[in-house]
Nanobody, 121 residues
């Protein structure tokens, strides 16, 4: 079992930045991790993903603005979000997987409870 706890969300103005963190505990040798978000009334969408070797992938709308990274020694995943826009407002979740590289698909086995990000114009 893997437990994931997100933090770092909040309310910011358009153009500002936030850094989300996801602390993993339990069986933490997860090979694949990702960030997802879900706005009210919308489906959960992939934001960014990373594997144990540091290879990353991003949704097109986040490229150049968001950066996913990990500190394997601290079992922590990060998402640096710059130039935030009102349309980035959503609940952000981290996810982990040991078997299949789901990338930006929301089929991961382990999920956190989410952290809210609100961007006002």
């Amino acid at each position: 079992q893997v437990q994931l706890v997100e933090s770092g969300g909040g309310s910011v103005q358009s153009g500002e930045s936030l850094r989300l963190s996801c602390a993993a505990s339990g069986y933490t040798y997860t090979i694949y991790m990702g960030w997802f978000r879900q706005a009210p009334g919308k489906e959960r969408e992939g934001v960014a993903a990373i594997d144990r070797d540091g290879r990353t992938s991003y949704a097109d709308s986040m490229k150049g603005r968001f950066t996913i990274s990990q500190d394997t020694a601290k079992n922590t995943l990060y998402l640096q979000m710059n130039s935030l826009k009102p349309e980035d407002t959503a609940m952000y979740y981290c996810a982990a997987e040991n078997v299949i590289n789901w990338g930006l698909l929301p089929h991961y086995t382990y999920w956190g409870q989410g952290t809210q990000v609100t961007v006002s114009s």
